[in-house]
Every structure is written in C-alpha cells, then in structure tokens.
C-alpha cells in the first residue's frame, strides 16, 4: 500500500497568512494527487486533482503543486471560510486511494 | 444536479449486520465509480472500497478485505455498503462518493451516515 505523509497535523495562522501544507507519498505517484477540504459536519470538498488542477469553482488562492513523492498545498491568502481541515489523496490505481492524516488549519 | 443520497443514521449492537444505501441522480450512475470512505469520531479519512457499476468491478482497501461488502443496483442507481459483525470500532461516519475514473479523485460526495454500535 502507498502510504501518505501529511505535515503539519495542526496549523494555526491568522487571516491574511500565506500557508503551505505538505504531502509525502512513499512511492511515485507521478500527479495523481488530490486535495480535500473537510468543514466540521460536513462531507469533504476537492479543492485540487492532478496535483495542480483547480476544481470549479475553488478561490484562485488555493493552489497545488509537486509530483513524485512530495506535494504542496498553498493558500496564498487565509481567508475566514478557510479555517478547516484539509486532506491529502492519492488515488495512483485501485489498489489503494490513500488518504494523509489531515492537516488542521487553527485561528492563530 | 448531481446528487449522492444516503441513508439514514444507524444505531447497532455489536454482532449485527447493517446496509448503508447511496442513491445517485443527476448523472449517469453506471458511468461512474462509487466509493466509500470511514470517519471515526474525531478522525481522519479511510478508503474502504469502490465499485463501478457498470460491471460491478470492486476493489476493497486491504485493511476492509473481508469486513465489508460493496454492492449496487443499476436499476435504482444505488450503491450499497454492508458491515457485518459490527463491532463498537465501527462506529463512524461512512461517505459515498463518485469518481469518473482512474485519472480523477472523487468529485462528489453523499452526506454521510453515521453508524453507532452500542450494547
């Protein structure tokens, strides 16, 4: 199974932070990376697929980057409707669709 | 518009079996993979399965082999998740969620269901 390495497990920043998310695969996954956001109560949201591709509709301040093993989560500005917490997919085949351990994003 | 339906919440005792349900419409629900994700309480995201409905292809993550059974029904565009001998570790929230195929993540998502197993 491919393993996925999310840090920080907890951020705290305030609004107007730039702030960056980290995810390691234990294997190549080439792009085939996706970012979630996950509010409390609710069913998580994909920001980001192919480790760069902005999904419809997301803030242009979210942005992904990497390929390989190691990727990038940016959110060039926090905003209040940001404060949540975010995940990390691989999804490189069926064998497995790994999640990282999230990454909670905390009112500094 | 595109919606994943679930079922309602459940509350089990330990050694039951429950189906947690998932509907789809507003799309083509043959032409998409359902998955199913765990929550426990206070948790992060588990993969436990996916199934493509236009073949009933299923693959389960290894660490669900054997806990659980993903089925569907194309004539009601529903996907199914069966646990059985529930356990109080079951307890969680379990989403649904569709993804076109092997180059994309899921897009969409059910609400969830909450499962509690309880004596």
């Known amino acids: 199974d491919i393993q996925m390495t999310q840090s920080p497990s907890t951020l705290s920043a305030s609004v107007g932070d730039r702030v960056t998310i980290t995810c390691r695969a234990s294997?190549?996954?080439?792009?085939?990376l996706a970012w979630y956001q996950q509010k409390p109560g609710k069913a998580p949201k994909v920001l980001i697929y192919?480790?760069?591709t902005l999904e419809g509709g997301v803030p242009s301040r979210f942005s992904g980057s990497g390929s390989g093993t190691e990727f990038t989560l940016t959110i060039s500005s926090l905003q209040p409707d940001d404060f949540a917490t975010y995940y990390c997919?691989?999804?490189?085949?069926?064998?497995?669709?790994?999640f990282g351990g999230g990454t909670k994003v905390e009112i500094k | 518009e595109v919606q994943l339906v679930q079922s309602g919440p459940e509350v089990k005792k330990p050694g039951q079996s429950l189906n947690i349900s998932c509907k789809g419409s507003?799309?083509?629900?043959?032409?998409?993979?359902i998955g199913w994700v765990r929550q426990m309480p206070g948790r992060g995201l588990e993969w436990v399965g996916i199934?493509?409905?236009?073949?009933?292809?299923?693959r389960y993550s290894p660490s669900f082999q054997g806990q659980v059974t993903i089925s569907t029904d194309r004539s009601i565009s529903t996907a199914y998740l069966q646990l059985s001998s529930l356990k109080a570790s079951d307890t969680a929230i379990y989403y649904c969620?569709?993804?076109?195929?092997?180059?994309?993540?899921?897009?969409?998502w059910g609400q969830g269901t909450l499962v509690t197993v309880s004596s």
């Open positions: 507003g799309y083509g629900f043959s032409n998409y993979w």
């Open positions: 192919q480790a760069s």
């Open positions: 294997q190549s996954i080439s792009n085939l």
């Open positions: 997919q691989q999804y490189d085949g069926f064998s497995g669709l790994t």
């Open positions: 969620a569709r993804r076109i195929s092997g180059y994309f993540p899921f897009d969409f």
């Open positions: 199934i493509y409905p236009g073949d009933s292809d299923t």
